[in-house]
């Protein structure tokens, strides 16, 4: 069982070895089970059914496909009517994958489902998945990822605290607001008596904060729960906390507040003694009601959604008015329209914006993120968006145990609050191709994972919750898996210093702008999916590029060594002296790990002078944490944590441009001299081995069905390119990383296990 | 008639031009025999050129001594000219209105166009019928010249592909059998298996089941020995049975024992121009709701369209390469579901219609060699106001399903969307004489060949090539099978939405793609040509011992 894999190969990669099932479980194992296949009804996979402590895995051993279940992710289990070849059993995932098994015989269908049920909604938290999950030492670290993120130092590189916002240690200890985080930012001009008192005048004690500071023009976007108004109630300090956001803006004389619901929803509280601000008590308020429809109705909007998908060879009449009727897009635009007029009040008039709905934690989370993510380009790279997440939806309080369903709650707190926000950044990325630096890759196995309950990451309601269960030393972070497998998760197309979308992004939020995400709600429909990716094919252009301009700057040096001894003029300029011509010190620092940076050709300026551009990119982002004076003190005192941070960024940008693997700067510290190029035993044998380590070509992925462990590969399965070979492998087969011969700069790279096992013969008989 | 006479304002200064997606600009606006012009006469400022055959429709309003113009176009855009000066936006208007719709031939514009590029290789002849379809065909079938003068069938060309067997008396024959005299004539033939997908109009039956002997030898001299074939009608089976009363019909089972006769029903005409409009207007509305707008491209019945034709091509690709089966289709006359079939079967079957040659060459074999009325169908587009009879967007919804398949197989096509676009436009309004006229004897007469310039001399000319130009493309010997399901199928926004949203940033990915592409390409022979000098080097330095083993 150790290679098996489930589609898309992301929710157990980490999860090769088997877990210990726990002790009362016993894994059962049923033959003769047919999976049905809505499209393909004639001929079912016929083949066998195991249940796992952890997971359902149907293999079938003709096609040697396997479709695997986390039982995390079953959504309901149902018992379809008996009929001639056995109980269908209806299973439906939170990830919108639907499989119906066939069990010959009753009563184990029957077993199989009263312990579906059992294991996919365990009572308590501590039950979850993430607890038992033990992955591998060398595939993931305990500590890996619970501290890439700080509020502070986010709030930091926003280039804060200034002389208008600062750090309020009111929370520090969860004394107002318990599902906010300990760290507040709030304005200067606000007192310990204003806040308590505003504090005690909202719904929960979610008193206005600040989310995100906009250097440019000092304008902010602050958050809240709403205000316990009820028909005429008035509270002075919350109208002096609004007055004091405002004045912590130079730059506008008014400041809007929305809320982000529809008017009658706000009506309605008002009845229970919450509701809105009035503009008869808030002065130079421009208030707004936004229409964003609660949870419950989203909820039965995205089964309505789920219908849709699931029809039966459906007619394009059918789709439509069904996805019209689910409204689901409707509210997806409503959530953009909302966001975009948040982003544009502080970029277009300067204005101040005060975010709310009822709670704060779930509309609010949703805009307040957007309109960062339209603001901030930061928020666009792999890095940022986990700081876009960490702050708006954990630190703040977005329910996930609740909302996601992960233990046996009430369903009517159960609502797809976070996939309408993951959905919201596909929306933009196909808008703008070229703003993230993440793809599509990345947002679903974010959106499997908060579900898939196998890191603590997305576990707990609020952070006070999260630190009461330990997560960061008893379950895996997400952020920490995930920066292992990086290079899965990039955009080829990311250009930092792009001039289209380098600044503030303004989507096109007309309906006709809005695509239906088949890739998302008909993720395991095979057969709609397009069969050739773009994503795919200019990532694999851009990894053989790299390795090219390794294997280049090796045969520079190469040449200019046979030259050397042929007593010829070495005109071809040596790679170290380009190194050193071309570019700045960080990229020679890095140059190690990332030999793409610097191993520019003359005939390729322009990419050069792109990349160093890029360069400065991280420059500018990071530079609120050295350069701001008003912050010095704070910044020496976090001086530690600012080291990691920086680490932290720069193991993310390498690991985003290359394929890393943890090992790469020991590696390379380790060789004697730093690079294949520097080694002197140039022998005939040693030229040619070096020649034959790069592939010239790259295999296309067209027309390779499976793989040479004869593992089908379908669009489901992401596929590898043998550095070495230019073969195309299945995940499993290309697990092997290691330096080539052909390469200057000797860093690890994918390999396959053929190639992997030449290389280790040659190195021992040289 | 002199233009002259048509344009009594030449000239207004003073007219302010509002476009889509683009700043107003402020300038003398210029009625020429065949464009609008626009000019602010200022250095780098763009300048407006329209073509009168491109407007569709135009509309006037006043308001004090301003006139408003809005000018919609055949490619949808939509521009608006505030003129000042009742008389001379009166007179602007009725000179468009008439200019737009000349119905001299010779006096429009591709007559008068002198291209501005270098004519490397003339596109009138770049695809002549004799080595076009000897390409194509096996050993079984010829060239035949039945129809030199046109009389046999008026909408065929002069040169048509059939079974060798089969001498030109029998064609006639067949030709009298079926409307317009279209007789069984080859399309494609696939190489692979030797089947072939022939096309036709419809039997004409009628109400007393007449039949034909030489129709039936015709078609049976089409299959290989012991196998069946498919006729694929793109009518719904009451309305091919309704024929019979007027004279039409289908190949009933008894005469044509060979073939099985198959219904897939795909919307023609009225209905296709009626979809067209609701289609555009849907787009066209920025500020309806996502209710709205979901409601009225549904109601636009535009995609289920493309699905109808995309499942009908799908099927008879199945039958080619699944079956071993040949296929005849045909609807009533022939010249627009057929082809719409007949040329996306090709697409998804021959990898060389994939190619920006191939497509070429097929447009001019099934679109207009094959009597694809252009000038009727492609007379007005979605703004029309005037009730025409023969409009439909036949050849778009073709170029629409091509689009689908691109999306699905984004590295299979050597042509980028772009190059789709260019087709659309074209098609509606051009300066070349390519998609003038209905069939080859129209074009003829009017020396189309020598009094106007191909689009395919411009388009093939290396520096718009490369334009067109998918930097995405791998040779793919395979066949394409596309998705047809709703799910898959997707609102063509580079056309429909190209005046409603911004694309910049799409450009920018593709240039990025582009960029990459190219990059790599460079490595690929920098590494080549190192390899080779190192090896060299090498050979030198072992000669001279100066290396070991």
């Known amino acids: 069982m150790e290679h098996i894999r489930t589609p898309k190969g992301s929710i157990n990669k980490g999860a090769q070895k088997p877990h210990a099932p726990p002790d009362f479980f016993m894994p059962v194992q049923v033959e003769n089970v047919r999976l049905q296949d809505r499209f393909n009804t004639r001929k079912p996979a016929v083949g066998t059914l195991y249940l796992t402590a952890t997971h359902l895995i149907f293999v079938d051993p003709n096609s040697k496909r396997e479709t695997w279940v986390l039982h995390m992710h079953i959504d309901s289990v149902e018992k379809l009517p008996l009929t001639t070849v056995g109980s269908p059993l209806l299973i439906r995932c939170k990830t919108f994958q639907t499989v119906t098994f066939v069990i010959a015989k009753e009563r184990e269908c029957h077993d199989i489902f009263e312990s579906l049920i059992m294991l996919s909604k365990p009572a308590t938290i501590t039950e979850l998945y993430a607890f038992q999950y033990n992955p591998q030492a060398t595939l993931l670290d305990h500590g890996d990822g619970w501290s890439y993120f700080s509020l502070e130092n986010e709030f930091s590189r926003q280039g804060l605290p200034n002389n208008r916002w600062v750090h309020s240690p009111i929370n520090k200890d969860y004394q107002i607001c318990d599902t906010y985080p300990r760290t507040l930012f709030v304005p200067a001009g606000a007192t310990t008596p204003i806040l308590l008192g505003s504090s005690k005048f909202r719904s929960r004690g979610r008193l206005p904060v600040l989310s995100y500071y906009h250097k440019d023009n000092h304008a902010t976007i602050c958050r809240c729960s709403q205000p316990l108004s009820g028909f005429s109630a008035r509270c002075l300090e919350d109208e002096q906390m609004l007055q004091a956001i405002m004045r912590a803006n130079p730059n506008c004389n008014f400041m809007y507040v929305v809320d982000t619901r529809p008017k009658i929803n706000a009506m309605v509280n008002k009845a229970a003694g919450k509701g809105y601000e009035s503009t008869d008590f808030y002065s130079n308020i421009r208030f707004q009601f936004l229409g964003i429809e609660n949870i419950h109705v989203m909820r039965n909007s995205l089964d309505k959604l789920i219908e849709v998908c699931d029809l039966k060879n459906p007619s394009v009449g059918d789709f439509l008015s069904g996805l019209e009727n689910s409204s689901w897009l409707k509210h997806i635009k409503a959530i953009m329209d909302t966001s975009l007029f948040i982003a544009k009040a502080v970029l277009d008039e300067h204005a101040s914006v005060l975010v709310h709905c009822s709670d704060g934690w779930d509309r609010t989370a949703q805009t307040c993120s957007l309109a960062g993510l339209f603001l901030d380009p930061y928020f666009r790279t792999l890095q940022g968006f986990q700081a876009l997440i960490e702050k708006e939806w954990l630190d703040f309080g977005h329910k996930f145990t609740d909302r996601l369903g992960l233990t046996a709650v009430e369903e009517k707190e159960v609502s797809p609050v976070f996939t309408q926000f993951v959905e919201c950044v596909w929306q933009l990325t196909q808008q703008f191709p070229c703003a993230f630096q993440f793809n599509e890759t990345f947002l679903l196995t974010l959106h499997d994972h908060a579900y898939s309950c196998q890191f603590g990451t997305f576990l707990g309601n609020c952070q006070r919750e999260r630190e009461e269960l330990s997560l960061s030393t008893k379950t895996y972070s997400l952020w920490g898996y995930m920066r292992k497998n990086m290079s899965d998760y990039v955009n080829p197309l990311y250009r930092r210093d792009h001039p289209v979308t380098k600044g503030v992004l303004f989507p096109n939020t007309a309906p006709q702008n809005f695509k239906f995400w088949r890739g998302m709600y008909n993720r395991y429909e095979s057969g709609v999916h397009p069969r050739e990716s773009v994503t795919d094919t200019v990532s694999a252009m851009k990894d053989h590029s790299a390795s090219l301009e390794d294997h280049v700057r090796l045969l520079e040096k190469r040449i200019a060594g046979v030259k050397k001894l042929l007593g010829k003029d070495t005109t071809v300029l040596s790679p170290d002296q380009q190194a050193k011509g071309d570019s700045s010190p960080e990229a020679v620092d890095s140059s190690n790990a990332v030999p793409t940076e610097d191993g520019r050709s003359e005939d390729n300026v322009a990419n050069a002078v792109s990349d160093a551009s890029s360069e400065s990119g991280i420059e500018d982002v990071q530079s609120p944490l050295n350069g701001d004076s008003a912050s010095t003190e704070e910044n020496e005192e976090k001086q530690d944590d600012k080291e990691d941070t920086l680490n932290s960024t720069h193991d993310l940008e390498e690991e985003a441009e290359g394929r890393d693997v943890p090992e790469t700067n020991v590696k390379v510290e380790n060789s004697p001299s730093g690079g294949a190029g520097d080694a002197t035993d140039m022998s005939l044998n040693r030229l040619s081995l070096e020649m034959d380590s790069v592939a010239l070509e790259w295999k296309a992925f067209r027309n390779i069905r499976q793989c040479s462990c004869e593992t089908p590969l379908d669009a489901f399965n992401k596929k590898y390119h043998c550095w070495r070979c230019g073969d195309v492998f299945c995940t499993r087969c290309i697990d092997k990383q290691t330096a080539i011969p052909g390469h200057y700069s000797q860093r690890p790279v994918p390999v396959c296990r053929t190639c992997y096992k030449h290389l280790k013969l040659e190195s021992s008989l040289s | ?549």
Request: proline residues 5%.
């Open chain 2, 1 to 549: 008639m002199e233009f002259v006479e048509l344009i009594k304002t030449p000239k207004v200064d003073g007219v302010v031009l509002h476009r889509p997606l683009c700043p107003r600009i402020e300038g003398t606006l210029c009625v020429t025999g065949h464009h609008l012009i626009l000019s602010s006469r200022q250095k780098n400022a763009e300048e407006l050129w329209l073509l009168h055959s491109g407007v569709d429709s135009i509309e006037k309003k006043f308001v004090g001594s301003m006139g408003y113009l809005t000018v919609k176009c055949k490619d949808f855009r939509i521009i608006r000219l505030d003129i000042p000066g009742m008389e001379e936006c009166l007179n602007i208007a009725s000179s468009i209105e008439v200019l737009s719709s000349l119905d001299t031939i010779t006096l429009t514009y591709p007559f008068f166009f002198r291209p501005m590029f270098d004519v490397i290789e003339d596109g009138w002849q770049a695809f002549p019928p004799e080595t076009e379809f000897g390409r194509l065909s096996g050993e079984d079938w010829r060239i035949s010249y039945v129809n030199k003068e046109y009389k046999v069938c008026p909408s065929y060309p002069s040169a048509v592909v059939v079974p060798k067997s089969i001498d030109d008396t029998t064609l006639a024959k067949s030709a009298a059998f079926r409307q317009g005299g279209r007789f069984p004539v080859l399309s494609y033939f696939h190489a692979a298996n030797g089947t072939s997908i022939l096309r036709s109009s419809q039997p004409l039956t009628g109400p007393n089941g007449r039949r034909c002997k030489s129709d039936e030898q015709l078609l049976n001299a089409t299959l290989r020995p012991g196998k069946r074939g498919y006729i694929i009608d793109t009518r719904a089976p009451n309305v091919a049975a309704n024929a019979k009363a007027r004279g039409g019909g289908v190949e009933p089972e008894v005469h044509y024992p060979q073939w099985r006769r198959i219904h897939k029903p795909i919307e023609r005409w009225n209905a296709l121009q009626d979809s067209l409009v609701r289609l555009v207007e849907a787009c066209q509305d920025p500020n309806s709701s996502m209710d709205k707008w979901l409601s009225k491209l549904e109601a636009s019945n535009w995609l289920t369209h493309v699905k109808d034709i995309l499942t009908t091509a799908c099927l008879a690709a199945q039958c080619i390469d699944r079956e071993g089966a040949s296929v005849l289709v045909h609807g009533s006359e022939g010249i627009d579901t057929t082809l719409q079939v007949t040329s996306l079967t090709q697409i998804i079957l021959n990898p060389d219609c994939r190619t920006v040659r191939g497509f070429e060459a097929l447009v001019e074999r099934e679109w207009l060699q094959a009597g694809h009325p252009f000038a009727d169908r492609c007379a007005k587009s979605a703004h029309s106001t005037s009730k025409q009879k023969f409009e439909a967007p036949v050849f778009l919804l073709f170029l629409d399903c091509v689009l689908q398949v691109y999306q699905q197989f984004p590295c299979s096509f050597e042509f980028n969307e772009q190059f789709l676009v260019l087709l659309f436009e074209h098609s509606y309004a051009s300066q070349f004489g390519t998609f003038l006229c209905n069939n080859e004897s129209d074009r003829k007469k009017v020396k189309l060949q020598t009094k106007t310039v191909s689009l395919w001399s411009y388009v093939n000319s290396p520096e718009m090539l490369r334009t067109y130009l998918n930097p995405l493309y791998e040779p793919n010997n395979g066949v394409v099978w596309p998705s047809v399901a709703p799910q898959s199928l997707q609102l063509w926004s580079g056309l429909f939405l190209r005046w409603e949203t911004n694309k910049s940033a799409e450009d920018a990915a593709w240039q990025e793609v582009i960029h990459i592409r190219h990059h790599n390409k460079e490595l690929k022979s920098k590494v080549t040509k190192l390899r080779r000098q190192l090896e060299e080097l090498q050979r030198e330095a072992r000669d001279a011992n100066l290396l070991e083993e």
